[in-house]
């Protein structure tokens, strides 16, 4: 079994300022990770995914996470938000045949 | 390519009543999963579903099924609902079941239960 932990439920942040959103993670097998993002009244779009390789992986929209085996971490930066980064993310384990959510946080992002 | 579709976007049903839920995957995707999202419990997974056969099962109860046409296209059919049912379900799919295949989800389905 897996889990995650999304170390911040809200996090406030101006504009052009870098943002970090804490994740860590559990498992017991070999994990594959993930962080989603939700905008209001919409589904889950894909960030970005570490499989194996790098330990830095850079995804969509200037989003970046870096892979931690040994802190069981995967962080998500970002060096300068936009207003319209605003909405919620969600870190993802999968070590098995499903996806094992965070709570999530919520990123709101002021002029 | 055309991404995941949910329909109906809402719903709204009495307690009690059935419903039942639609999922087109991504062209050439075969493998569908189902989640439930609440403020409560955040994103739980329900089920999954590989030609046409449900591969794994949340801890759902057996109000809660569904399955998978021969399109890959799935449904998800809640019986018997309850107020706590209210929520967004969301589908995603994925091109097989491997664990490394990435799941893409769609809009959602916001269920209503009066």
């Known amino acids: 079994a897996q889990s995650v932990t999304q170390l911040d439920s809200q996090v406030p942040v101006f504009e052009e300022a870098p943002v970090e959103l804490r994740c860590n993670y559990s498992s017991s097998v070999s994990v594959y990770l993930f962080w989603y993002v939700q905008y209001p009244n919409q589904g889950l779009q894909l960030l970005l995914k570490?499989?194996?390789?790098?330990?830095l992986v850079k995804g969509i929209n200037g989003f970046e996470a870096e892979f931690n085996k040994s802190q069981t971490s995967f962080h998500l930066r970002k060096p300068s938000v936009h207003i319209s980064d605003t909405a919620e993310y969600f870190c993802?384990?999968?070590?098995?045949?499903?996806?094992?959510f965070g709570a999530g946080t919520t990123v709101t992002v002021r002029a | 390519k055309a991404g995941v579709t949910q329909t109906p976007r809402y719903l709204i049903k009495t307690r009690g009543q059935q419903v039942t839920l639609s999922c087109s995957p991504i062209s050439g995707h075969r493998s569908v999963s189902w989640y439930q999202q609440t403020p409560g419990q955040g994103l739980q997974f329900l089920f999954e579903?590989?030609?046409?056969?449900?591969?794994n099962k949340g801890n759902f109860p057996g109000r809660f099924s569904g399955r998978q046409f021969s399109n890959s296209r799935s449904e998800m059919n809640v019986s018997t609902l309850e107020l706590g049912d209210s929520a967004l379900y969301l589908c995603a799919s994925s091109l097989a079941i491997s664990y490394t295949d990435t799941q893409y989800f769609g809009p959602g389905t916001r269920l209503t239960v009066l």
């Open positions: 570490y499989l194996s390789g790098s330990t």
């Open positions: 993802a384990v999968k070590g098995d045949y499903k996806l094992s």
């Open positions: 579903y590989f030609s046409e056969t449900q591969r």
